[in-house]
């Protein structure tokens, strides 16, 4: 935007060195006031002053030019203030533009989650308000449940008898013929011997461990601290995280 003022057709600079040229010419400017091309723009001001009668004193001097950066001081708190109303109104914007993808990521991960749905569903066991979908690719632990989290679910986290009978007979017609280990969504990588969903939540499970004399579960201690089905009988055996074997997620219904 442009300036008002003539004032303004000096920069900052320029007024504060003509500010300082006028006071060291004070001594010299005659008293009929200032030559032709000196304060162009503002001999009417001088004029004025000459009414006065102070013309070519210092103290005249001092005033004209002072009165110019108060205009330019002027001229720049207005463009400041325009300037200030339009980052006001952009930072607005911003804000708007915010909440707006805000809620499209809601939506998408909504909208992923009913796909989830849907596909577990479809493919895979519905029991109680979840259904569990097996996946035969060979993932790490965290791949996996990240995975699972990329559809909208998350790794089996059977809670009770009735979901784990559940998961287990899904599993064995699921991934048989033969035995394979697969993940759920229990560790205890956080607390040796506390196992949790990956909510957090204590397992309330106590007899779903595979029993043997030798091999009984969990044995892994804090070398295995995520839990994976064998898929023929749906006992749970703690296993290295970092292991690569099939999973299954589970999406609400
Ligand atoms: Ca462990």
């Given at each position: 935007m442009g300036f008002i003022h003539g004032a303004c057709d000096y920069t900052d600079a320029q007024l504060i060195g003509l500010l300082g040229n006028t006071l060291a010419m004070a001594s010299q400017?005659?008293?009929?006031?200032?030559?032709?091309?000196?304060l162009p723009g503002h001999v009417s001001r001088w004029q004025g002053l000459r009414g006065s009668g102070r013309e070519g004193t210092q103290v005249a001097q001092q005033e004209l030019a002072i009165q110019l950066l108060r205009d330019r001081q002027h001229n720049i708190e207005a463009v400041v203030s325009v300037y200030s109303s339009h980052f006001s109104n952009l930072n607005a914007k911003l804000t708007h533009v915010q909440s707006a993808i805000s809620n499209i990521s809601d939506t998408t991960f909504t909208n992923r989650k009913g796909i989830g749905g849907l596909r577990g569903c479809a493919k895979g066991r519905r029991v109680n308000a979840k259904c569990f979908l097996g996946v035969k690719a060979f993932e790490t632990f965290d791949e996996g449940a990240r995975l699972c989290g990329e559809g909208g679910g998350r790794l089996a986290s059977p809670r009770g008898a009735l979901e784990m009978e559940a998961l287990a007979a899904y599993t064995k017609s699921f991934f048989g013929p033969g035995n394979w280990p697969a993940w759920i969504?229990?560790?205890?990588?956080?607390?040796?011997?506390a196992y949790v969903y990956q909510d957090g939540t204590r397992s309330a499970l106590s007899d779903h461990w595979f029993r043997d004399?030798?091999?009984?579960?969990?044995?892994?201690?804090?070398q295995e601290n995520c839990v994976a089905l064998s898929?023929?009988?749906g006992k749970w055996w703690d296993k290295d995280c970092m292991r690569r074997m099939y999973y299954i997620c589970e999406y609400d219904y």
């Open positions: 400017v005659p008293l009929g006031g200032p030559t032709a091309g000196y969504g229990v560790t205890d990588r956080l607390n040796e011997g004399p030798q091999l009984g579960q969990p044995n892994g201690g804090r898929t023929d009988d």
